[in-house]
């Protein structure tokens, strides 16, 4: 564990090189990585609100109660493997980010001196699509194993 001594030699050491000293944060799995990317803007590009969470899982018949984000997205991907429509699931998110894509568009059109930085997020919501097309992809696959 870090003392105090460990703090005083280094007190400008920053959140991640401070975590990084303990076990159980190093390692972070497969499944926590896709929950990051999808509730983090400056990695996925779009904002899922608990509004729109919930949305996506009345539109696929599921129930989530309201609290964390991450938490709800973490129920959604549970229940929607157990009803077997984690591909309508993925295609919702996908449809989301694409309506979230035609309003940074909409945006730039609106306020062309801001294009580049929309643009920045519009790139990120491209990449989440080919992301999410990725792990769609790797569910036919270990359907067909």
């Given at each position: 564990?870090?003392?105090?001594?460990?703090?005083?030699?280094?007190?400008?050491?920053?959140?991640?090189?401070?975590?990084?000293?303990?076990d159980f944060l190093k390692e972070e799995g497969e499944f926590?990585?896709?929950l990051k990317i999808l509730t983090v803007p400056a990695r996925s590009g779009?904002?899922?609100?608990?509004?729109?969470?919930?949305?996506i899982g009345l539109a696929l018949g599921i129930s989530v109660p309201v609290r964390?984000?991450?938490?709800?997205l973490?129920?959604?991907?549970?229940?929607?493997?157990?009803?077997?429509?984690?591909?309508e699931f993925l295609d919702l998110l996908i449809q989301y980010t694409n309506a979230k894509?035609?309003?940074?568009?909409?945006?730039?059109?609106?306020f062309p001196k801001t294009s580049?930085?929309?643009?920045?997020?519009?790139?990120?919501?491209e990449k989440l699509i080919s992301f999410i097309e990725n792990l769609k992809k790797e569910i036919d696959i270990y359907k067909a194993v």
């Open positions: 564990m870090l003392n105090d001594k460990d703090l005083m030699k280094n007190p400008f050491m920053t959140n991640e090189k401070f975590a990084q000293q303990f926590d990585r896709i779009i904002y899922l609100s608990r509004f729109d969470i919930k949305d964390e984000r991450k938490e709800m973490k129920d959604l991907f549970y229940y929607s493997k157990q009803i077997d429509k984690m591909k894509i035609s309003q940074y568009r909409e945006l730039q059109e609106a580049q930085i929309i643009q920045g997020w519009i790139d990120k919501a």
